[in-house]
Nanobody, 116 residues
Framework: QVQLVESGGGLVQPGGSLRLSCAASGIIFSINAMGWYRQAPGKERELVAT???????NYADSVKGRFTISRDNAKNTAYLQMNSLKPEDTAVYYC??????????WGKGTLVTVSS
């Protein structure tokens, strides 16, 4: 059974930082691409960042220079380091795992609220 469990969300002031984690089980983590997506209230889910099995990263323009995606294959965990947070970063953040065989898996999400 595939499980992706996000953690690390919470309330933070503008300009602050958070690190999200995504612990994966039931997949061959090292060969899967991992990604973070977010969905703000009343908006569609959007891509935040992805990292391939070969550690090639891709970022949405809105987070470039502020967010960093990484992975630890030994721990089956992906991370999203978020710095210089803005109120517009407020959203539920979802972890995604995409296998080379075309399967997609999603976590249940973790809420990030950026507010003073």
């Amino acid at each position: 059974q595939v499980q992706l469990v996000e953690s690390g969300g919470g309330l933070v002031q503008p300009g602050g930082s958070l690190r999200l984690s995504c612990a994966a089980s039931g997949i061959i983590f090292s060969i899967n691409a991992m990604g973070w997506y977010r969905q703000a209230p009343g908006k569609e889910r959007e891509l935040v960042a992805t990292i391939t099995s070969g550690v090639i990263t891709n970022y949405a323009d809105s987070v470039k220079g502020r967010f960093t995606i990484s992975r630890d294959n030994a721990k089956n965990t992906a991370y999203l380091q978020m710095n210089s947070l803005k109120p517009e970063d407020t959203a539920v953040y979802y972890c995604n795992s995409h296998s080379p065989f075309g399967s997609d898996y999603w976590g249940k999400g973790t809420l990030v609220t950026v507010s003073s």
